[in-house]
């Protein structure tokens, strides 16, 4: 009987969706486990191979656990909020919606063009979700618990004391008790008042106060500003000073922005990283990312003012060394202390500076730029004045935005001083001379440095710490890199701010008026006056008094107020979405208490590491949060995380002889020829070979209508190169088209057969072949009976065949727990052609086979399961036990040597002494020829492995 891969994959998908065979209930019999994938965006071009890596990966382990036992929670959703869904609507007027439910659902775009839809491609694959429990992150019962996350997050300050968030009632309670003095919260308040003083402020004077101790609050914010898409970009959407995108030009820019305290979950979020099992480099980066360090804020007279600034510094130690000031070109000092002098070339360098992000002038550390404002700053201990400059490379984000500057002990400051010549004075001793390149070892003797000669670095930082604090100019302090995230963004299509405005003081909507839903407008761009896209809706206003959205006309500003007009940024709906996961229906709460309980946390995590210092660090932000609320169990939303690798694509080249229309043939090119290659699209190649179809490509593009081929043997070869897999360079492998020639189930073991998850690694069509050779070698295992019918046996397995199938289960039981998957595939292959030579009927090693094969290839196994007589899916029957004593041989094939040299292999049986070893070899009919008449001066036996006569 043919394999028959189309038939048999629609059959089972079918009834996998209607027999709800991957349907998940909490069932306390049963251990639980929860994978899960990172939130899908779904993008009008739909899957490509590269895209189902971490799922395939994922879905098999989510398998193997359903055969080992466990209760699996698999899910599935779409992070369906986003720029790109925004940006077409813009281009082409249909609402953001429509064309988000098409990419997911699948239909006709506005040319008419059929797409898929993600939803039918990942059916397509086989993949074991729980379909009921689909969730989008802008279907407005969703985005109605972010926007009651950001609630609580509004009503909420971070105690230092108790270490933990509480509810900003709290607050109030004790400002109007006894002021702010004993309060030690994370804030930027920094006036102290009594409880008189509280008591009488004005409304408006208590809500801005209490605005700097809330989680999240409205400020003033230096923010990458992309005015061609109208919004503000987060750092990891900015790449070399444009938006991730569409590459349009980001400015620095202040702005009034909704913001997150993250910064004061800092230490936990670092803390939290040593009990999670992910891999070093995530780690890593995000340590980096939030940026701990130890060291002193210090105060800096500036000459000829009554103004200070505040630096902070790492090295106390070298604060003699220090002969030049730098501020970052956004610091709120830089306008006040620029002299008449330098006012043009201070505002000519920020205006240059604005169009850089903040991760390019760290990555920058070549370029040396700068510009001396005119002012000086004095030195707090040798009181000697020293030049105020503006650099990019001090930024406002970190620190206080300025730096003393140490020229002999730090690169970049040398650099500068070379650059701008300027004194480089020696206060570390031990390195080399520090006029030619800096010594930024922290070990060393201090030396010209009145108060700490002589001392080494660590003890001389205590002792100027302590002298600061003395003469009151500063203190020693913990510093984060990490600053407070921007969470607003102005632009249509995303979760509306749940924020009306009363004398421009923000007050929250009451949580029974969730969700707010997004408004109809008429255009997806910002208003004539500048305003952001929700500015055009013309029913925007909260009635305080019905509780419900109003017109704009309406607006009194006593009882009607106008709403934010802002959106929230990607990461909010993906922020918390494995929490809905478990009770995805719930329409009273953000889940049910009890449903959180029994899953949480995710057990397995799989996604790409370019979330490391975005979606990752936010979900665990919001996690800790929601935990200090009580509203979930765990200080870590995800205990295991693997990032999988790309799948890089193949594309292809043709190459113009350049000034002609002439396309010469890979192999005909010689040195002297000038040729330009050009990228063509991969699926103009004919099957699995490198020769282009002339006629396709003709027809692809206008440049290639009337052009000339040069051709080597009649066709025409392409070059071929590997790359990122992209639309842009035409080398995207549509999944759907591998299944429809190959199958589902070739597709996942190939994918996996490519080489280890977290690796990189190029795809290659013609490796397919192999792999389904291989699967319909399978499928003719169970097919060996006449005019290859299915044939089983009730016979008992030989011990061969038990030791095959043995060895087997160990390697994919071990692969699996270590995530080994594209070792596993080679063992397979390994087994079934053993099995094969054997011509394996039994139905004990059949039966098992499936079972440890159906993770990797469900399709084929489901059909071959039922062929086996049963009737219920494979997915919930256990898996075979590995039984070792199968993998003790009863002979031993011994290499028999004379004088070190293997003559020839004698088969005894295994539980021989040494003595019936040396008495059999003696007697084989071999042995005379090697002795040559000889006495062997001596015979070592080692049991099972060697015989060495020795003449």
């Not at 439910?101 to 699948?106: A, P, Y």
């Not at 590997?722 to 299944?739: A, G, Q």
């Not at 053993?834 to 079972?851: A, H, M, P």
């Amino acid at each position: 009987m043919q394999y028959n891969f189309k038939e048999i994959e629609k059959k089972w998908q079918k009834k996998w969706l209607n027999q709800k065979t991957f349907a998940t209930s909490q069932d306390p019999s049963k251990p639980k486990y929860y994978v899960l994938d990172m939130f899908p965006y779904p993008s009008g071009a739909g899957l490509h191979v590269g895209h189902p890596l971490g799922y395939i990966a994922s879905d098999i382990y989510a398998r193997y656990k359903r055969h080992q036992g466990y209760n699996v929670l698999h899910p599935i959703g779409y992070d369906s909020f986003g720029l790109p869904a925004e940006q077409y609507a813009i281009q082409t007027g249909q609402h953001p919606a429509t064309t988000t439910k098409v990419n997911i659902d699948g239909g006709l775009d506005k040319k008419g063009d059929k797409i898929t839809g993600y939803s039918n491609q990942l059916k397509k694959l086989g993949f074991s979700f729980d379909w009921d429990r689909e969730l989008r992150t802008s279907d407005s019962e969703y985005y109605r618990w972010t926007q009651w996350i950001f609630i609580q997050l509004f009503h909420s300050y971070y105690c230092k004391n108790s270490n933990k968030a509480l509810p900003i009632n709290h607050l109030i309670d004790i400002f109007s008790k006894e002021g702010n003095a004993t309060i030690n919260a994370c804030t930027t308040q920094k006036n102290i008042f009594t409880a008189n003083d509280w008591n009488n402020y004005s409304d408006n004077e208590k809500q801005d106060i209490l605005s700097k101790y809330r989680l999240t609050y409205r400020a003033e914010a230096t923010v990458n500003w992309c005015p061609a898409l109208g919004t503000v970009l987060a750092n990891d959407e900015v790449i070399n000073g444009v938006s991730e995108r569409g590459g349009y030009p980001v400015y620095q820019k202040k702005m009034m922005q909704w913001s997150m305290r993250i910064t004061a979950y800092a230490e936990r979020l670092l803390s939290g990283l040593d009990k999670i099992e992910w891999s070093e480099p995530i780690k890593e980066s995000q340590k980096n990312w939030i940026g701990k360090s130890q060291g002193a804020e210090i105060d800096f007279e500036i000459a000829n003012s009554n103004k200070k600034i505040k630096i902070f510094t790492t090295r106390p130690d070298t604060i003699y060394g220090s002969t030049f000031i730098v501020l970052a070109p956004e610091h709120p000092l830089v306008d006040e202390i620029t002299t008449e002098e330098f006012i043009m070339a201070v505002n000519q360098y920020k205006e240059d500076s604005s169009k850089r992000s903040e991760r390019e002038r760290i990555a920058d550390a070549k370029t040396i730029s700068g510009q001396f404002t005119g002012a000086y700053g004095i030195h707090p201990f040798t009181k000697k004045n020293i030049p105020i400059y503006i650099a990019d490379y001090v930024l406002m984000g970190y620190g206080t935005g300025a730096i003393m500057a140490v020229p002999a002990h730090d690169d970049r400051d040398h650099r500068f001083a070379k650059h701008f010549q300027i004194p480089i004075v020696e206060v570390i001793q031990g390195g080399t001379d520090v006029q030619e390149e800096a010594f930024t070892s922290k070990d060393g003797i201090c030396i010209n440095s009145e108060l700490i000669n002589g001392l080494k670095v660590k003890d001389a930082q205590q002792v100027i710490i302590s002298e600061i604090e003395k003469i009151n100019i500063g203190h020693g302090t913990i510093n984060y890199r990490l600053r407070d995230a921007v969470f607003s963004r102005q632009r249509y299509w995303g979760e509306p701010i749940p924020i009306y405005y009363k004398d421009d003081i923000a007050y929250t909507l009451p949580e029974t008026a969730l969700p707010l839903v997004l408004p109809e407008v008429e255009k997806y761009l910002p208003t004539e006056d500048g305003d952001p896209p929700l500015g055009r809706a013309s029913i925007w206003a909260w009635d305080i008094e019905k509780e419900q959205v109003v017109s704009k006309e309406r607006i009194n500003h006593t009882t009607v107020f106008p709403l934010d007009l802002n959106t929230m940024p990607g990461w909010a709906g993906s922020s918390w979405y494995y929490l809905r996961y478990t009770d995805p229906k719930n329409g009273s709460k953000l889940a049910d208490p009890e449903c959180i309980k029994f899953w949480e946390n995710v057990d397995l995590y799989i996604g790409g590491s370019e979330h490391a210092t975005g979606h990752l660090l936010y979900s665990r932000f919001w996690n800790k949060f929601l935990k200090d609320l009580g509203y979930v169990n765990k200080e870590e939303p995800f205990h295991k995380l693997i990032n999988q690798g790309m799948i890089l694509g193949q594309s292809a080249f043709v190459y113009r002889m350049d000034g002609t229309q002439n396309y010469i043939s890979r192999n005909l090119i010689e040195p002297q020829h000038k040729i330009t290659p050009i990228h063509v699209d991969v699926n103009l190649l004919k099957g699995t070979s490198d020769e282009i179809d002339i006629d396709k490509l003709r027809n692809w593009r206008d440049e290639f209508k009337e052009a000339e081929f040069i051709l080597e043997n009649g066709k025409y070869i392409c070059g071929r190169e590997i790359e990122k897999m992209s639309k842009r360079w035409y080398n995207v492998i549509n999944p759907d088209d591998v299944c429809e020639e190959y199958g589902a189930d070739t597709l996942r073991l190939y994918e996996m057969f490519l080489g280890p998850l977290e690796q990189s690694k190029p795809w290659n069509t013609q490796g397919l072949v192999g792999v389904h050779n291989f699967v319909k070698k399978l499928w003719k295992l169970y097919h060996s009976g006449p005019n290859d019918s299915f044939l089983v046996s009730e016979d008992k397995p030989s011990k061969e065949e038990l030791k095959i199938l043995h060895q087997l289960i160990k390697k994919v039981t071990d692969d699996l727990e270590n995530f080994s998957f594209n070792t596993t595939v080679s063992s397979f292959m390994i087994a079934v052609n053993e099995w094969s030579k054997l011509k394996c009927t039994k139905r004990e090693i059949l039966e098992s086979l499936l079972l440890i094969f159906s993770p990797y290839a469900p399709h084929i196994a489901e059909e071959l399961w039922e062929k086996l007589g049963h009737s219920e899916s494979i997915e919930y029957v256990a898996m075979p036990a590995f039984n070792p004593s199968y993998l003790v041989s009863d002979s031993f094939e011994y290499p028999v040597s004379f004088n070190g040299k293997v003559r020839f292999k004698i088969e005894l049986p295994a539980n021989l002494s040494s003595k019936e070893v040396e008495i059999a070899v003696l007697e084989h009919e071999k042995t005379p020829k090697y002795l040559d008449g000889k006495n062997p001066k001596k015979i070592i036996v080692i049991p099972n492995r060697i015989v060495n006569i020795v003449l």
